[in-house]
């Protein structure tokens, strides 16, 4: 599949979403919830505050967030697969306390009101996207002045370094020799080689940096996290 082609990149997750969660844990280790720490403690969530998580998937972030905004508060979970936000709701079903809300929309046009909201995550989001420029623009769009975002995504490390070089082979050998290899015990092969053709075109950190300010936020900082495998893009509106 192309990269970064909308329908493509639905139908991939229309397909992955009954395993995603099962798939993240065995991948990672179950690290990503620790990454995704490190992206909820840079937005600094409170009660009372609107918060809004793009390309939410199976909600697992969306529903950290909501068990911090209360009372008052409110999440809205975005994604433009139907699969994901069918799990990610039923998710949210076993705790009905929590203020949630799900959408099917796209990220790059939500159609949502300007600054609506106090803090925006984006977790393995803005890779997918056909126009990372485009999507820091509408995160930048959505958030009221002073509000924070955090952008959690894999890195694409710099081979011009040693350091860099060696970040780069590891994240070769894991994605051809661990994540395709798993994926085929699940008959998803195919989905998951996507990952190293979709890295081939991902904004490198500082390119993200640069997008981030020319989309208009004050502040733009990434943080490499797991060695240099996984990146951090905090933002301030």
């Known amino acids: 599949m192309k990269p ?58 969306a529903l950290v967030l909501a068990g911090k905004v209360r009372p008052g508060g409110q999440v809205l979970g975005l994604d433009a697969a139907a699969a994901p936000l069918q799990v990610a709701a039923a998710r949210a079903a076993r705790q009905p306390w929590l203020p949630l809300q799900w959408r099917q929309g796209d990220a ?9 909201f106090d803090g925006a995550v984006m977790a393995y989001g803005l890779r997918n996207l056909a126009d990372p420029a485009a999507a820091l623009s509408e995160l930048r769009r959505l958030l009221r002045p002073g509000g924070r975002a955090a952008v959690l995504d894999f890195n694409r490390p710099d081979p011009g370094s040693p350091a860099g ?8 050998l894991y ?63």
């Open 108 to 116: 790059l046009a939500t159609g949502l009101p300007s600054e609506s």
């Open 175 to 237: 994605l051809r020799r661990i994540v395709v290899p798993t994926a085929r015990l699940f008959d998803l092969p195919e989905q998951y080689a996507y990952l190293e053709a979709s890295l081939q075109r991902f904004p490198s950190a500082a390119a993200q940096v640069e997008l981030a300010r020319a989309a208009g936020f004050r502040t733009a900082r990434h943080r490499s996290l797991a060695g240099g495998q996984m990146g951090l893009l905090q933002l301030l509106a």
């Open 165 to 172: 070089a060696a970040a780069a082979a590891f994240q070769r």
């Open 4 to 61: 970064g082609d909308p329908q493509a990149v639905r139908e991939l997750f229309e397909a992955i979403a009954p395993r995603y969660d099962q798939l993240n844990d065995w991948l990672s280790l179950g690290l990503h919830r620790l990454w995704k720490r490190q992206a909820v403690l840079w937005l600094r969530p409170g009660p009372g505050q609107h918060l809004i998580d793009l390309c939410c998937g199976t909600g697992d972030l």
